[in-house]
């Protein structure tokens, strides 16, 4: 998972590109009952070293305009980076939605075709995890509808319990002040070179927050400091 991270952390911007992304899956197939081995079963051969759509472009986690359904559908089957049993997770482009209008070119839509071009036959993919339009990142997937409903469930009692699903590694322009802590702040989309990025905003008002900047609250920890950067793990607990 590539995207662009802009926060504040103790007076550091934190600005750089994330290089890591864990959906905590491990943790929540642990709670849900499953085996957390990393295997690429039933990977087509050859397929981590493709090159396609997404791959060709500048700024890889970045979708490219005028996709056709096949080309979306080429890219996500190349972007498929673990298969487990039923579940299915790939490095979802940014600008990509999960939903849309009918008619609309959207992760939900292409799932059959999808599904198909992985030899599920009638086991359809569902969404158990996946990040909005405007983030890169990784999604879970299921073919079977009693695991997405238990994994459902599992994420949605985290998020109630401020407990953390989500883990990335950032390197920051500066070394925090401290070695671990929490980062209170209003992030908002701005359209910056071409590309939507959430960048912080300082003491955000009411108008603010009606008009879509949101407040967050993550835990972060230094995991190692070199030549005035630092390697610092993020856990959001509440998402934007």
């Given amino acids: 998972m590539r995207a662009i991270l802009a926060r504040e952390m103790d007076g550091r911007r934190v600005s750089g590109w994330v290089w890591r992304q864990r959906l905590a899956v491990r943790g929540a197939l642990e709670d849900a009952g499953f085996g957390t081995e990393a295997r690429n079963q039933n990977q087509p051969r050859g397929s981590r070293q493709r090159s396609g ?10 979708l490219p305009k005028n996709l056709s359904r096949e080309e979306l559908v ?19 482009p940014q600008g990509l939605p999960v939903t849309g209008k009918p008619g609309e070119l959207t992760l939900l839509s292409v799932l059959p075709e999808l599904s198909q071009s992985l030899g599920l036959g009638e086991r359809e993919l569902q969404v158990v ?5 405007e983030s890169s990142g990784l999604v879970l997937l299921s073919s079977c509808p009693q695991t997405t409903s238990r994994l459902q469930k599992f994420f949605i009692h985290a998020r109630r319990a401020q407990r953390p699903t989500a883990t990335y590694c950032a390197v920051t322009n500066g070394i925090p002040a401290t070695s671990e802590g929490k980062i209170q702040t209003a992030l908002k989309l701005e359209h910056i070179d071409g590309v939507n990025l959430s960048v912080p905003v300082k003491t955000p008002s009411r108008k603010d927050i009606l008009e879509g900047v949101k407040k967050t609250l993550s835990h972060f920890r230094v995991l190692a400091t070199s030549s005035g950067c630092a390697l610092v793990q993020l856990q959001p607990l509440t998402e934007t």
């Fill in 74 to 92: 080429d890219a996500l089957r190349a972007a498929v980076v673990d298969r487990k049993g039923p579940l299915v997770t790939l490095n979802k």
């Fill in 129 to 133: 995890r996946a990040s909005g339009k």
């Fill in 53 to 62: 759509p997404l791959g060709d472009q500048p700024f890889p986690g970045l």
